[in-house]
Each structure stands twice: as structure tokens, then as C-alpha cells.
């Protein structure tokens, strides 16, 4: 029986894209083998292991007070607000415990942040798998795309070089779970072609329509997660958002800072996803920043809402459930009619069908797991 052992450099906690991709992983190797799991204490600078599978996801037991950063790592992250793929440096320098911990183990790096570990592990012998959140050169892209001119040229710079570091650092694994469907084509187009489009794996009850007199849209997310900042920042100043007929919900962590916000109603933290989307007739997410909004659109698919989104939103899936969304060019082509019409051409059981037939957390578990069945057996070793 194959074992495998996921390591997420990330703490666990919280029901967001990360956690919910981790679940999926994990639950695919537990479908034909076992399954073991260390996470990085960032604050304490080691990796743990001591979290039992069934409690990812959980409520952080501990909430972090979120800083404001200051000096030289506050101007870089300035300068470069992604600033993601320095993020591994020091777990993978405090790995070496983990690893003789785990000898006959597959190992799965979750993140491109671990993946510059995969050909030195690979040359040892062990079989290596990266999962791909998201494709970490493209958020950076994104934003020199949209940056001020003085910036483009220096962020496009950026984004060149993580660009390589990426494709080389990628190449090393025996196979690759990516999750967004654009960055599977992107990087199959950069000869990484031992991977494959894996779903998360997501959960909602189908919603019913909210009695309200108002016309009710609204975006669930982590709001210190700047994609999702950058989303609801773009929503409120678009033209449906200053429309005074339609109140525009926010909920999550972090939606708070939105209360007080004309037009905007903060539903905070929330215990069960049901409680936004009860709430909404559709759900809006003009995506600018194309990096962890996969789930929020797959995942009010599932609760049969209207899903309005941008192009960068609509790329993390496959033409044929892309065709279940509604697609403007930007936040300013929003307004009350394209919600109404949204409403109307979407079947509730029928755009829940199908995308629970893909992104579903069962189907989508079975189709991570062969990308797990298939580096069992690599197609030669790293020289």
C-alpha cells in the first residue's frame, strides 16, 4: 500500500482555498494508500505534525493579529505585493527532520514555495509530487499588467524571473496537480508535461433565494487575502455597487472593514457558507489578480447561484463549465442588468450538477488521486 505525506507550509487552519486543496489531496491518498501530514509554524519557525487529518480547516485556535510590515521587507512587499515566491525559504531550510521522518513516503509539496525542493529529493531516489495552488509567476504578471506605468516595467522584470525559477523548479517533480485550469495549459506549454488539471475539491448545499426586497449581490472570501481585497474593492466602486437599489453582502475574514461602506452590508466571519449564500441572489467576483479565486466561483456554483465574474476568473476552468458563468470585461461593465440577466439564464440544479460532477469534493478527490497514482511509477529519475 503506497504511503504519502503532504507538506503544507502554511499553518491549517480555516475553510479557504489552501485548506480545502489540502483536504482534497489528503483524501486522495487515503483512497488506495495512507496518508501522513506536516505544516509550518511560521511563528515559531518549525514544522509540526501534530494536527490530526480530520481537524484541517478547523478555526485557527489561536487567530494571528495581522501586521502592518515595516522596513525593507515593507517596501518590497510594496514594490512587489505578491512577494510570494520568497515564501518558502525557510521552510524548506528547517526540512531535513520532516523528510528522514518520512523514508519510503511519496511526498507532496503543496505550493510551488516547496517545489525547488523536488530535484534534489528526486535524485535521492524519493518520488515527488508539487501541488499547484496556483501558478505563482502569473499573479505577479497580473499585476505589472495593471500597475502604473513607472512600475510596470520593474514588476514585469519580477515576473519574468519567477517565471523561470518556477518552470525549473517544477520540472523536478515526478507529477504536477494544478488546480487552476489556465495555468495547467500555461505550464503544459513550458514542457512540464507530467501533469495534470486536478479540481479542488468543494461543498455547498444547494441555496434558496433570499426574500428581499433589494436586488442582493454580494463575494465570500479571506479579505486579507489581497486578490480578494483587490475583488471587493473593484465590486463597491463598479457601477452595480453605487446603484442604490442593490445592496452588495460581504462576509468572511476580514469584511468588516467594508461595514459603514455605502451600500455595503459586512456579514464578518461566518460559521457555515450557507449563512452568505442564503442571503444573495447572485454572487459577483471581478477577479483582477488571476490567484486563489478558484473556489469562491466553483463553490457558489454548487449552492446554484448566478456566478458574474471577469475573465481571469472564468480561466481557472475548462470551456465547458466556464459556459456556466456570466463574463464581463471589467468591474465597470457591472451594473443591475447583467445581475437580473445572470438570474435568469442560470438553472440552480442544473449549474449545481455540473460542476458537482467535477469540482465536487468526491469527483474532484478521484481525479487528484491519479495524479498521486501516477508518480508512483515516474517516467525515469533526474540525473
Known sequence: MPSYHHLYPFSPWGLHGGTLRLRTAIEASLLDGT???SWWDATHSTWRSDVELEDIGAPDPEPAV?????GAGGLKRRVFPFVMW?????PRSHIADVLTQQPDATLVLHTTFLAPLAAGLRRSGRRVVVDVH???????????VGS???MRAIRTAYAKSVLQRE??????ACGLAVAGWDDALILEGLGLTQLKWAPTGLEAQLSAMPQS????VGLLGNFHHSATARAASELVSSPLGRDPEIEVIFAGIGSERYEGTAGVRSLGSIAAIDEFYDEVHATVVPVTIGTGMKCKLGEAALAGKAVITTPLGASGYPPELREAFVVVDSAQSLDRRVVT???QRTSPDGVRARFDAVVGRHAATRTYAEVLQRSDHPVGQLQ
Do not use: Q
Not at 495581522?66 to 515595516?70: I, K, L, P
Open 66 to 70: 495581522v501586521a502592518t510590515e515595516t
Open 341 to 343: 440577466d445572470a438570474i
Open 86 to 90: 520568497e515564501a518558502g525559504r525557510k
Open 148 to 150: 502604473p506605468v513607472a
Open 35 to 37: 496518508a501522513t501530514f
Open 213 to 216: 426586497d433589494r436586488l442582493c
Open 134 to 144: 496556483d501558478a505563482i509567476f502569473r499573479g505577479h504578471m497580473d499585476e505589472a
Open 167 to 172: 518552470r525549473r523548479a517544477l520540472a523536478g
